[in-house]
């Protein structure tokens, strides 16, 4: 059967929430949030990210080092580790909710505005993952720009630059937020909610049904062949 405008809406927005949700993990893993360039040795490169730093040698090794403490980290780093994990948690319960109230999702039991409320639910939390995404990576890449140009460190100093983690994570927010744009708007396409033929009570059968009222005239009854006595 081929799928309505509503169906199509739905399928959309949930492959884009996943796409956003998938950048959005592969952003907290990896390590290059920040990048600095040591002009004294153009063959080293360092890397900082949400759990380790990286120094990446030409030719030689990529060494990484995790933190070892969290308090250590500079804030926006300590927000940016909760707020990403708290936006794969709300993505994935968003896709989860979503699927269950998407037209490809077939329950007899389920109502149809049972599984509108669950596709405006499903986009709520996919926002809310969009939000939690976009602000920790604009965040670190507010505090680079500020510690990039200011005046109070010395020029000789090497400076911190984007990573290209950081337009991965903005990629990732774009897409949450239109998935969940998509699977709201979905939700108000449709018909009303309609009593399906499963939920609806079953018919009285023809034998259960009324006897017609007798006119008190005498009708004769053929008796059957087969009928002995």
Request: hydrophobic fraction near 45%; glycine fraction near 8%; charged fraction near 15%.
């Amino acid at each position: 059967m081929a799928w309505s405008f509503q169906g199509k809406a739905q399928f959309g927005g949930l492959l884009l929430s996943l796409l956003g949700w998938v950048c959005s993990c592969v952003t907290t893993a990896l390590p290059q949030w920040k990048t600095l360039n040591l002009e004294l040795n153009e063959m080293e490169t360092w890397i900082m990210g949400l759990w380790e730093v990286c120094v990446n040698q030409e030719e030689v090794a990529t060494v990484c080092q995790a933190f070892e403490s969290f308090l250590s980290l500079p804030q926006e780093l300590q927000v940016s580790r909760i707020l990403m994990v708290a936006s794969h948690g709300l993505g994935l319960l968003g896709l989860l909710l979503s699927g269950l109230g998407s037209e490809c999702c077939q329950f007899h039991r389920i109502r149809w505005a049972f599984k509108r409320w669950l596709c405006i639910l499903g986009g709520t939390l996919e926002a809310l993952a969009s939000a939690t995404t976009l602000f920790p990576v604009s965040w670190v890449a507010y505090t680079t720009i500020q510690d990039f140009w200011d005046v109070s460190i010395p020029e000789i100093v090497p400076r911190w630059e984007f990573g290209d983690v950081l337009y991965l994570g903005w990629a990732a927010g774009i897409f949450l937020a239109l998935g969940g744009l998509l699977l709201s708007f979905s939700a108000c396409l449709g018909k009303e909610d309609v009593p399906s033929p499963w939920m609806s009570s079953p018919t009285a059968p023809s034998s259960c049904a009324p006897a017609e009222e007798s006119d008190g005239s005498f009708q004769q009854i053929p008796r059957s062949r087969n009928l002995f006595i």
